[in-house]
């Protein structure tokens, strides 16, 4: 059966919404240029505006040695783009063969963190995994967070399917039981599933931190704690979690 | 029943997919709304969902709603920003490089958001329109058969059409330094062939004729005047088109039709998103600012009715990265300038319930006040240009020079209260405007020139340049009309003759370029002044200014149509830092707080407050970074135009006294004060 791909779910449930106030901050600057004119300058200073129209150069001097810049020139750009028309996927995808493709004329692209999920199926877990299983997510809510549950779905160690699993014809009883739901999802879509419940905030707050050890120590910790629990429980998975905290 | 076009569009429309949940989540959502006050929802009808819907998931979502006694609006033209793969597009259509836009660089028209980046399809292609009517035409079937067993559900209905694509097809190198910069158009196989079918049925009408004095629709150098012209046509042939698809068999449901503008997939927002998404840098929230009022100037038509403008932010573009007071300014921004054009906004329902409770209760009390007409934008002056999308500029073939544009100075001059539009059907929806400047871009057929002198006739101005291009039969009947005509010429920098038209004016000017023993500065100074003259001409001068360009002044006139002289002034500030700035206004206005006038119940009171308030056309306020100042204004439209008269003619009065006395009064001195002497 077809989960299909509900890529609002998804964003909702990787990248939380956070609350800030005032105006954005970053460290890096973006300068947009076609040969020596800057057309686009985005930065966190109202100053910079003024650098468009204005050779390379002297926008790099107005950003300053304080922010990091990073100048690609437009033709360039457009190379990139039309080459990713090519590739298949979704923005994921796209996003990592742009990274490859674009080389900027001043600076280095940032550093992107990939989602802690996808960084540890691209990496050497992708050895030990099967060539399709499914991943799910039950995220436990509280007073100011909604609870919310994603399968994802991963063939040959890329995303292809990704939605809240319909559960609406499974009776209250089964759909309590994690590992029963598990069950269900690996008959329904045919691939291997691995449960994992844990509380909202602590999901949101490991999202926000990143691929960094940190994460996996905290999320070897909480299995450690049952404040996440795997549905059902292989000894291998939770070997691999409390791996990627060590290595 | 509203015909299409006609029907009120909420100002702010909360968007829930139907699609994007299961019908258990969508019923426990529509509660959770339902429960927060909102009854009215909006939803994206992608063409890929509607085609496979074997669970018949609009249906079921139809009956939720019925349930509910909840109203819900169905986008269904193809839109960029919708969040499904290839925009909602079929697959196939969407990944067949043979029917893919091209645009003005030859290279595919690719829209940079999430969920992937994609080329956009053609909208002349054979293959998509024929599919997409047909896809219409089920839809229509599916809503008329449901129509049928409940009345009630088609009274809550709203279908939403819209332009879709034909505004994004613009390359993005030519869109950084301002949005809709250059000639957008598609100029993929089958919109070449549907363009040179379009020249030759020019070329085969008898006002443009061989032999006469008007443009020749062949000729080399009239082509990107006639390419202009079929862009917009497409366009308005496109809309027509899907618009007879609906209401066949879902008789007496609303149908509107609405310009969707989505600033995250603008060309113009191409590398910046690129970064963002690449280098997780940050949103460019200053071209996000300068696109509402781009959104805001452009009046789009079908036919005859006027295009609702509404701006769509997304669920998981650039803009959900924005902080909190950014999302707030350009929500608020957006909602007064498109709201009081008739449109609105379209805003995720994550994205609403996650600002704070009371902005979101001073979101809708402007929107209620919108909604009930209650604060309208102005127009003062039209600009009549070939193609909505592009701009006006057109370059000589022989000097390679640009010719002269009204809009950039129009937009400088009357900032928001400058329209732009490409239908002279236009002109009749704003009493107010009292000129119309036609770019030199435009055609001027037969049909189009009746209408502008109509327009003209009640009292208005028409300009247009000595070279403006139009048919043989226009210029037959120009050269006729003005041979009986007295003129005036005129010359400031530009020379340029005014002739009687009824009770207004026509204003033929000779264009000035640079290399004709003028430099650039000068052509551009003369051009300043001459804009400026035909505005004071028309009385069309701008009623206040600020001195500090981080400020944006947005004046939305109460109750226009008594002519009472109020206006909601809303003050924005969107820089990251605090702005103190000096208002000015042409005559003496009295001030108050907005929010506090609107949340009074009677107007009457109203009234007497802001008579209590000092009389003053200078104002200095201290605006917050992001921040929006709403102020109350009493004093501007004809009152103040008869204020600044009467203090005219004072000053004049008090000259001509002041001349008389020294001549006749020995010892008398012009500037001696006698006002003490009759106390």
């Known amino acids: 059966m077809d989960l299909g791909q509900d890529w609002d779910a998804l964003h909702r449930t990787l990248y939380p919404r956070k609350k800030s106030k005032g105006s954005s901050q970053s460290n890096v600057v973006f300068i947009a240029h076609h040969a020596d004119r800057v057309l686009r300058v985005v930065g966190d200073s ?150 994992f419940a844990m509380n909202r905030a602590d999901f949101d707050e490991w999202s926000d931190a990143g691929n960094v050890s940190a994460t996996w120590k905290n999320l070897a910790r909480a299995l450690k704690q049952n404040r996440m629990s795997l549905h059902p429980f292989r000894f291998g998975v939770a070997a691999l979690v409390g791996w990627r905290g060590i290595f | 029943m509203g015909a299409p076009g006609k029907t009120a569009i909420y100002p702010l429309q909360i968007l829930v997919n139907y699609w994007e949940l299961k019908p258990q989540r969508l019923a426990a959502k529509l509660n959770l709304l339902l429960r927060n006050g909102i009854t009215h929802i909006a939803t994206f009808v992608p063409w890929q969902v509607a085609e496979n819907d074997i669970s018949h998931s609009l249906t079921k979502f139809l009956q939720m709603l019925a349930d509910r006694k909840m109203s819900a609006t169905l986008i269904l033209s193809p839109e960029v920003g919708v969040h499904a793969l290839y925009a909602g597009l079929p697959k196939d259509l969407a990944k067949n490089s043979e029917i893919q836009a091209r645009n003005r660089d030859e290279s595919p028209a690719t829209v940079i958001l999430p969920p992937r980046i994609f080329a956009m399809p053609t909208l002349h292609a054979k293959e998509l329109t024929n599919r997409y009517h047909a896809f219409l035409t089920k839809l229509d079937g599916m809503i008329g058969e449901l129509g049928r067993a409940q009345p009630e559900l088609l009274e809550s209905l709203q279908l939403v059409l819209t ?16 949005a809709f910069r250059g ?87 191409a590398y910046s998103n690129l970064f ?30 006027r295009a609702a403008p509404v701006l769509h932010w997304t669920g998981f573009g650039p803009f959900t990265r924005l902080t909190d007071s950014e999302k707030q300014y350009l929500i608020l ?80 001059a009357l900032d928001t209260q400058a329209r732009l539009i490409a239908s002279p059907e236009a002109l009749v929806w704003e009493m107010e405007a009292k000129i119309v400047f036609i770019e030199p871009n435009v055609i001027l057929t037969t049909e189009k020139w009746h209408k502008l002198i109509d327009w003209v006739e009640s009292g208005r101005v028409l300009v247009f340049s000595k070279h403006q291009p139009m048919s043989s039969a226009v210029r037959a009947d120009f050269d006729a009309a003005i041979r009986t005509r007295a003129k005036l010429d005129l010359n400031i920098g530009t020379r340029y003759f005014v002739y009687g038209a009824g009770e207004g004016k026509l204003v033929q000017f000779d264009p000035i370029t640079v290399g004709a023993g003028a430099t650039n500065a000068q052509v551009s100074s003369a051009w300043k002044q001459f804009v400026a003259s035909m505005l004071s001409l028309a009385r069309a001068t701008p009623e206040m200014g600020v001195n500090d360009p981080r400020i944006d002044l947005v004046c939305l006139k109460r109750g226009l149509e008594a002519g009472s002289g109020r206006a909601g002034l809303f003050v924005f500030n969107g820089s990251r830092a605090t702005v103190a700035a000096e208002i000015r206004f042409e005559n003496e206005v009295t001030i108050a707080d907005l929010s506090a006038v609107l949340s009074r119940a009677s107007g009457a009171s109203t009234a007497e407050a802001a008579d209590d308030a000092a009389e003053s056309n200078r104002f200095e306020l201290e605006t917050p970074p992001c921040g929006v100042l709403p102020i109350s204004v009493t004093g501007l439209g004809e009152s103040g135009l008869e204020k600044r008269d009467a203090g005219n003619l004072t000053g004049l009065t008090a000259r001509a006294a002041d001349e008389a006395a020294a001549n006749e009064l020995a010892g008398f001195q012009m500037g001696d004060d006698f006002s003490g002497v009759f106390k």
């Open chain 1, 46 to 195: 109202d100053d910079l505006l003024f650098s468009t129209g204005a050779p390379v150069a002297e926008a790099m001097n107005a950003i300053g040695a304080n922010r990091k810049t990073v100048a690609i020139d437009i033709a360039e750009m457009d190379r990139a783009i039309a080459q990713i028309l090519k590739t298949d996927g979704g923005i994921y995808e796209q996003v990592l063969a742009l990274r490859d493709e674009l080389e900027p004329s001043r600076g280095v692209i940032p550093d992107w963190e990939e989602h802690f999920v996808f960084s540890a199926v691209r990496s050497w877990w992708g050895k030990l995994l099967p060539s399709s299983f499914g991943i799910y997510l039950h995220l436990e809510g509280s007073e100011t967070l909604e609870a919310s549950s994603i399968l994802l779905i991963f063939r040959k160690g890329e995303l292809q399917e990704f939605n809240e699993p319909d559960l609406s014809a499974v009776s209250q009883e089964r759909r309590g039981d994690l590992g029963e739901v598990a069950k269900i999802l690996r008959e329904r879509h045919r691939v291997p599933v691995q449960g």
């Open chain 2, 163 to 178: 332009g879709s694509f034909f505004k994004y097809y613009r390359p993005a190198s030519g869109s950084q330094l301002a």
């Open chain 2, 183 to 269: 000639q957008n158009g598609d100029r993929s196989n089958a919109a070449e062939l549907a363009f040179r079918n379009e020249l030759d049925h020019y070329a085969n009408l008898r006002e443009f004729a061989a032999g006469g004095l008007g443009i020749v629709p062949k000729a080399k150098e009239n082509e990107p005047l006639f390419r202009a012209q079929f862009q917009q046509n497409a366009e308005e042939l496109f809309r027509i088109r899907q618009s007879q698809q609906v209401r066949k068999r879902s008789l007496g449901v609303d149908v509107v039709q609405a310009e969707l503008f989505t600033p995250e997939a603008d060309p113009s927002l």
């Open chain 2, 276 to 305: 963002q998404l690449t280098g997780r840098g940050m949103p460019d929230f200053p071209a996000f600012d300068r696109m509402i009022a781009e959104a805001a100037t452009r009046q789009a038509m079908v036919g005859e009715a």
């Open chain 2, 333 to 412: 921004k957006s909602l007064l300038l498109l709201g009081s054009r008739g449109g609105g906004i379209l805003l995720d329902e994550a994205e609403w319930f996650s600002l704070s409770n009371a902005f979101r209760k001073r979101v809708e009390l402007f929107a209620e006040t919108l909604l009930g007409r209650e604060l309208e934008l102005e127009t003062k002056a039209f600009c009549l240009t070939g193609h909505l999308w592009s701009d006006g500029k057109v370059t000589d073939a022989v000097t390679k020079e640009a010719s002269s544009l009204f809009w950039p100075e129009l937009r400088l």
